[in-house]
Structures are given as C-alpha cells and as structure tokens.
C-alpha cells in the first residue's frame, strides 16, 4: 500500500504541523533534550516504574499473581512490536519528513516504515499492561506512553495517526492476551516463588499466600504442613 493517503483536507498534516512547528521555533538544548525523552528516556523511565512496582508487588501476600501481571507488562510491549512487523509492511507509509519538505526532524536518518509507532506501541503496552495489575503504577505509565506520542511528532519522525496506530495496538495486546498471559504466568511465578531464586518473586522475610514463610528464625504455616522448630518439638516432649 502507497500508505494512508488522504483526499482533501488533511487533519493528519495539520497536527502534525502545529506539534512539530515547535520545535521550529525552540532553543537547541531543548530540542536536544526532547530527542533524547522521546528516543531514550521515556522508554528508561517505564523501566524504572516497572522495577519499583516489582519491587513492592514482592511484599504482596498474593505475590506470585502480582508479580505475573507486572511481567506481563513487558512481555505484551514485546508482542505487539512483532504483531507491529507485518501492518508496517503492509501499510508501507513512508516517514513524513521524506513526503512533507519543511519539517524540522530531530532524529534524520530514519528509512523504515512509519506506520504504526514502534515506540507508541511499546510504551503504551507496557502503560496498559502496568495498569491492569496496578492501577497507580499503570496511570502513571498510560501518561509516560501519551507524552512519548507527543515527543515522536514533535520530533518529526512520525504522523498524529501513527501515533494513535501505535496506541491503540499496544491497548489491544496488553489487554485481549492479558487473562491468557495470567493463565501461564501466575503458575510459572508460583514455581519460581518455590525455588532458590525466590527473591524475585517473594521479598526476603515476607511468605507469598499459601506458602511457607519465615518469622523468628522459625517455620510458620500459612496454608500448609510445615516442619515445627526446635522449641515447639522441646515443648511437646517435655509436657509428654
């Protein structure tokens, strides 16, 4: 396909205009700085967001399960960039800056297709996929994925459309795929939640729920059989 093209007026080009008549009229350092959020840093702080929730889904008493859903967040970013391959060859819409002559482009240089956003798409996966098991973490996300939009207009590397493209492909695998990802993960993160590695899973001194945990250096039973410590065996020997 040619790609997208619009008979008439075009409300495409007009936002795309406006975004990007910005960075016409911004300083350098600015620019600057909005080629590296919209490129690198946005992406770097959904990291963080999703290691800081992590981090607190560990102390949860259903931390398997809390722990699933995070994973999932990355996981559906991951899908939809390859569900992405296949609609930007079929689409075959070329950048803007190679059909529109004035814009000012922050990032040159780029030959692939434009539609959809590659980084639309992952940023509002892992947004979406974040919200459906935190819904704080998750709005916070949803906000870091609409201001990446903004920035790869902004910079000129992409139409409002593609964006929007983008969005909404990233809202859809996060979700449709989201209860069979939960089917595979929360048993998986159960088992890890069981092993050497359990740390990644439960926080070192808290007990996931319905699994054995520590406290006062002595076995306590949260759902199940476990072994009795050396003082609970003395007390029974000694009142026998």
Known sequence: MAGLALEGPNPDLDVLDGINGLAKDAPHWVNRAMEYIGEYGIIAGLAVLCLIAWWGARRKPDAPAAVAGLVWAPLAAGIALLANIPIRNFVERPRPFKDHAGLEVLIPGKSDFSFVSDHATLTMAVGVGLFVAHRKYGLAGIAL????????????????????????????????????????????????GRSPVRWLVV?????????????????????????????ERRDRDLAA
Not at 207 to 220: L, N
């Open 145 to 192: 994925a609409l201001a990446e939009g903004f920035c790869r207009v902004y910079m000129g590397v992409h139409y409002p459309t593609d964006v929007v493209g983008g969005f909404a492909l990233g809202t859809a695998v996060a979700l449709l795929l989201a209860p069979l990802a939960q089917a595979m993960l929360v048993p998986l993160m159960t088992a890890v």
């Open 203 to 231: 926080a070192p001194g808290a007990a996931a729920e319905g699994e054995v945990g520590a406290e006062d250096g002595r076995f306590v039973a949260t759902g199940s059989a476990v072994p009795q410590g050396r003082d």
